[in-house]
């Protein structure tokens, strides 16, 4: 006969004790991996907010000093926590061969020189510093301006933000959760020491560029911000949180200045002078046909005014109305200049345009070349 017994309520009751010990543990296990997924996110979160802020100021800060007006200063304010200076970054025209950055979408107040009619305020500035000091001619580069700020979006009282302002229009948060670096200003500055590259002594804060024109070589305490050859960038990032939720992560790194301290040419401003012709010649191969310009340095590359900084180049197909924007810009420093236009095809007729251009940014009379009509290369060896 068949044993049909069942389970007593104690065998039940030590299964039920066996399988809520298993589920807590298996229940604990997964919480423990969702925690460390939360805490990985968190610092992927971190990372990327770290990473974002420090290479947009490590982009824009070693632009300081691209093609300004004459008497345009690199850095115009230097404190603890704000730093401005002056370049010509952004243009909303395409193909402008002189800003660092094309962006058609960027707004008109973002894109040229800051009126000394719409002088504010740098922010950040302490004591207030306004600027610009005067107009600068013929100038397109803008004023962009790094500060922090203690954060009045977020509920901790100890948060700072990162903005970044352009001349003066409305600031923009570049990174959020922001505190101070134990020990150090959000911002500090090495300069040159005679032969050597020392940290800039707090004590010299804030400086400024409180005189209208720039030379390169002024001296005493305007001396000091023209001496400037790197920005330390310092902040402590964190998760946003408070408490025992706080994950934050140290950040500090350094911006080289390279065209700070540069004399100016006080002949700059001029035309240039060009003085050489530009060759226009079909190229290339079967499939990958070109345009080969060439021309010799300009007049004042080589001696007289010596400003020359770069060749802009234009060009049209033989019967368009007009040359339209600038086609390429090439650096000056070369006693000959080749450039191969690759945008061709066989059967187009081209001409082209060249002018040397200089810091202000003034351009020389046009040089055009004969006309060039592309046809079918050679096979490629």
């Known amino acids: 006969m068949m044993n049909t017994r069942g389970m007593t309520l104690i065998e039940m009751m030590v299964a039920l004790i066996i399988f809520v010990v298993v589920m807590s543990g298996a229940l604990r296990s997964l919480e423990q991996q969702s925690e460390g997924f939360d805490r990985g996110t968190e610092d992927m979160n971190i990372l990327q907010n770290m990473r974002f802020a420090a290479d947009m100021v490590d982009q824009e800060v070693r632009t300081a000093g691209t093609n300004l007006a004459a008497d345009q200063a690199p850095v115009v304010y230097a404190g603890a926590n704000a730093f401005a200076f002056s370049a010509d970054y952004v243009s909303n025209v395409a193909n402008d061969p002189f800003s660092v950055y094309v962006d058609p979408d960027a707004p008109a107040g973002q894109v040229t020189g800051w009126a000394q009619a719409n002088a504010a305020p740098i922010p950040g500035s302490n004591p207030s510093f306004s600027y610009p000091l005067a107009n600068y001619a013929n100038n397109m580069a803008e004023t962009i301006s790094l500060f922090f700020e203690l954060d009045i979006a977020t509920p901790d009282p100890n948060d700072w933000v990162l903005r970044r302002q352009v001349n003066d229009q409305p600031s923009e948060p570049l990174t959020r959760n922001v505190m101070p670096y134990p020990g150090r200003t959000f911002f500090r500055y090495l300069y040159l020491n005679g032969s050597r590259i020392d940290t800039v002594p707090s004590s010299w804060y804030p400086m400024a560029h409180n005189q209208a024109l720039y030379t390169g070589v002024d001296t005493g305490t305007i001396g000091r911000i023209n001496n400037l050859r790197g920005v330390e960038v310092n902040y402590t990032i964190t998760n946003g949180q408070t408490g025992a939720a706080v994950r934050s992560e140290l950040m500090s790194f350094i911006v080289s200045l390279p065209n700070s301290g540069l004399d100016r040419l006080q002949t700059c401003g001029s035309a240039p002078l060009l003085g050489t012709a530009v060759v226009a010649v079909s190229s290339g191969w079967i499939g990958a046909e070109t345009v080969d310009l060439t021309w010799l340095a300009a007049q004042d590359e080589t ?31 070369n006693p000959n200049y080749l450039f191969t236009d690759s945008n061709v095809q066989v059967g187009e007729t081209w001409e082209y345009q060249m002018s040397a251009q200089d810091c202000t940014p003034s351009v020389s009379v046009r040089a055009q070349s004969n006309q060039a009509t592309v046809i079918t290369g050679p096979p490629q060896p």
Request: glycine residues 16%; proline residues 6%; aromatic residues 12%.
């Open 303 to 333: 001696g007289g005014e010596r400003d020359v900084l770069r060749y802009v180049i234009w060009r049209r197909l033989v019967g368009a109305l007009d040359w339209g924007d600038p086609y390429r810009s090439i650096p000056a420093g």
